[in-house]
């Protein structure tokens, strides 16, 4: 199914973080290694900020805002996403962790790019563009923190 108002969007995006916020904590409780175990429970807890945000966003967004039609409406249906994603499954250390991490933000920042230069109003391309800037600003955060954790 496409994606026809800025709200189905944004709750697209709502349970693409829960569903990888499960997915790292499914990985966490698999893990030997109390390295990679730390930090698939970190990102598990960051997915599932970022889902709780995009919750309160979408309880509080102006109504006009996401009742807005989008135009070229694309299709990012969740199997195909997430399999962009890989599951780590085979993760050997930290660095694998931080590959996989990079994808799903890319994946994410790419998509509001995109709809920051399809947006029809000006409160369309603020929001996809602040989204952008807040995945990656998640990046560096993150990035940083496991960067931390291998180190120790």
């Known amino acids: 199914m496409a994606f026809q108002q800025v709200k189905d969007l944004l709750a697209w995006i ?18 030997q290694d ?16 970022m889902q709780e945000g995009m919750a309160a ?5 102006d109504e006009g805002l996401l009742t807005t039609w989008l135009i070229d409406s694309q299709e990012f249906v969740h199997p195909r996403v997430l399999e962009r994603i890989p599951k780590c499954l085979g993760c ?8 996989n991490v990079m994808t799903a933000h890319q994946t994410l920042k790419d998509m509001y790019r995109l709809r920051a230069e399809l ?16 995945q990656d600003a998640e990046a560096r955060l993150q990035t940083r923190d496991i960067a931390r954790l291998d180190m120790y």
């Open 34 to 49: 109390e390295r990679m175990k730390m930090a698939l429970v970190f990102l598990a807890d960051r997915e599932r900020r």
């Open 119 to 134: 947006s029809s109003i000006p409160e369309e391309t603020e929001l996809f563009e602040r989204l952008a800037e807040q």
């Open 92 to 99: 050997q250390d930290i660095h694998d962790i931080l590959a």
């Open 14 to 31: 709502h349970e693409f973080h829960q569903k990888l916020s499960e997915q790292y904590a499914q990985l966490a409780e698999l893990q």
């Open 57 to 61: 966003y979408l309880e509080d967004a």
